[in-house]
């Protein structure tokens, strides 16, 4: 147990500590709401920039690829806070695959990716 009037009532004061606090020089964060760099963030944006088939970089179990595909194919249609992949954008439109990855253990699939367009 720690004493509280040691610290003259501050949690994690050291008196001793002569050390600058470095958070008067740093600076504020952006004004603009934060996105999350996730994975499919980052996938999503690369698909989108490229405008081909782009295969995702993960491998997963039939169903999952199934419902994953399934999910981005259905994106545009749905509310875009209720989406399991984070990254979409409003009115993204995007074709799926998916099928065994070529390069993974057997039972491992693929999903490859293609953004058609932002529906209007």
Do not use: C
């Not at 740093?26 to 989108?48: C, G, Y």
């Not at 295969?55 to 981005?72: G, I």
């Amino acid at each position: 147990m720690f004493n509280l009037a040691a610290d003259n009532g501050v949690i994690g004061s050291n008196p001793d500590d002569d050390r600058e606090s470095s958070a008067e020089t740093e600076d504020f964060p952006p004004d603009q709401a934060w996105i999350r760099r996730s994975f499919w963030v980052k996938t999503l944006q690369d698909a989108r920039r490229r405008k081909t088939w782009v295969r995702v970089n993960r491998m997963y179990t039939e169903k999952t690829a199934a419902q994953v595909a399934s999910d981005l194919r259905a994106a545009h249609h749905r509310d875009i806070k209720k989406l399991r992949v984070k990254g979409i954008l409003p009115g993204d439109q995007w074709d799926t695959r998916w099928n065994s990855s070529p390069e993974g253990p057997e039972g491992q699939y693929s999903i490859w990716i293609r953004f058609i367009g932002t529906e209007k």
